[in-house]
C-alpha cells in the first residue's frame, strides 16, 4: 500500500499539471501514455512493438489519435483516418503471407483490436480537455471513487463475488459500492463545477459511467487472464502498468461523448 500511495503521488505531481496545462504538452503526454499501453497490450501475445506489425499498430495508433483540431495534417496528403487504416489492415495481412502465417490471423485481429481498444480511449481523453476540462476531473475522479470505494467497501462488507472467473477479489458489494462512491463525487461536481447538464442528468450518466467503468476493469483482467499475466506492465510500482491505469477511464472517455455529455 506505501508503495501505491507513492507512485500515485508522484504521478499525480506529473501528470495533473501537464492535464491542466493542456495544448500540445497535454497531447504529447496522452500520446506516450497510449503508445506504452499499446505496447503492454501487444506483449501480452508475446508481439513486439519494435517489429513489423508493431510498428504498423503504432503508426495507426498514433493517426487514429489525431485531434480534430489537427486533422489539417492529413487534409494535406489528401487521405482519411479510415483510408490510412485501412492501408494498415491490407499491410497486417500481407505480413502474414510474407511470415508464411508465423504472423497469423489472429495475431492481425488482435494488433487491430488493442490499437481501436487503446486508441478510441486516449482518443477521447484528448477531446474531452479540448471541450472541457471539468470534465476531465469528473472523469478522473468519479472513477478513482469507484475504485476506492469498490475497494473499501468489498474489503469491509464484501461476501458474492462479482465475476471469480475474471477477477476473483472483487465482490458484488464493492461493485455497488463503487458506483454509490462515484454518485458522491457526482454530486460534488454539480455543486462546485459548471457541468452544463442538470444534477438529474449527471447522477443518471454517472451511475452508468461507475458501471461501464468498473466493465472496463474486468475487460482488462480478462485479458490478463486469458494470457496468464498479472500485471498488464511494471512501469508504476504498485499499480502495474498503463493499461492497468487507465483500463477503466478508455471505456469512459469515450462514453462521456457517446451520452452527449459535452
Not at 135 to 164: C, E, H, N, Q
Amino acid at each position: 500500500m506505501k508503495q501505491r500511495i507513492i507512485t500515485a503521488v508522484a504521478a499525480a505531481a506529473v501528470f495533473l499539471p501537464i492535464v491542466i496545462f493542456g495544448g500540445l504538452p497535454f497531447i504529447a503526454m496522452v500520446y506516450l501514455i497510449a503508445s506504452v499501453a499499446l505496447y503492454e497490450a501487444l506483449n501480452m501475445r508475446k508481439l513486439k512493438l519494435l517489429s513489423v506489425p508493431g510498428i504498423i499498430s503504432l503508426v495507426l495508433l498514433w493517426v487514429f489519435m489525431i485531434p480534430e483540431q489537427y486533422l489539417g495534417i492529413l487534409d494535406s496528403i489528401n487521405y482519411t483516418k479510415m483510408e490510412l487504416f485501412l492501408l494498415g489492415v491490407l499491410l497486417f495481412l500481407t505480413y502474414t503471407v510474407i511470415t508464411k502465417n508465423r504472423f497469423t490471423f489472429e495475431d492481425v485481429a488482435f494488433s487491430i483490436l488493442s490499437t481501436l481498444y487503446v486508441g478510441l480511449g486516449f482518443y477521447f481523453f484528448i477531446e474531452t480537455r479540448e471541450a472541457s476540462l471539468p470534465y476531465v476531473f469528473y472523469s478522473l475522479f468519479m472513477i478513482w471513487a469507484t475504485d476506492s470505494g469498490a475497494y473499501f467497501i468489498g474489503r469491509a462488507i464484501g461476501k458474492r463475488k462479482l465475476w471469480p472467473e475474471i477477477s476473483p477479489n472483487k465482490t458484488t458489494e464493492g461493485f455497488f459500492g463503487g458506483v454509490v462512491s462515484a454518485l458522491a463525487v457526482a454530486i460534488l461536481f454539480s455543486i462546485f463545477a459548471d457541468m452544463e447538464v442538470s444534477v438529474v442528468v449527471l447522477l443518471a450518466a454517472t451511475a452508468f459511467l461507475s458501471v461501464f467503468g468498473q466493465v472496463g476493469d474486468l475487460v482488462e483482467s480478462a485479458m490478463k487472464r486469458h494470457y496468464n499475466v498479472k500485471d498488464s506492465g511494471k512501469i508504476l510500482p504498485g499499480h502495474g502498468g498503463m493499461l492497468d491505469r487507465f483500463d477503466s477511464l478508455l471505456f469512459v472517455w469515450p462514453l462521456i461523448h457517446l451520452f452527449h455529455l459535452l
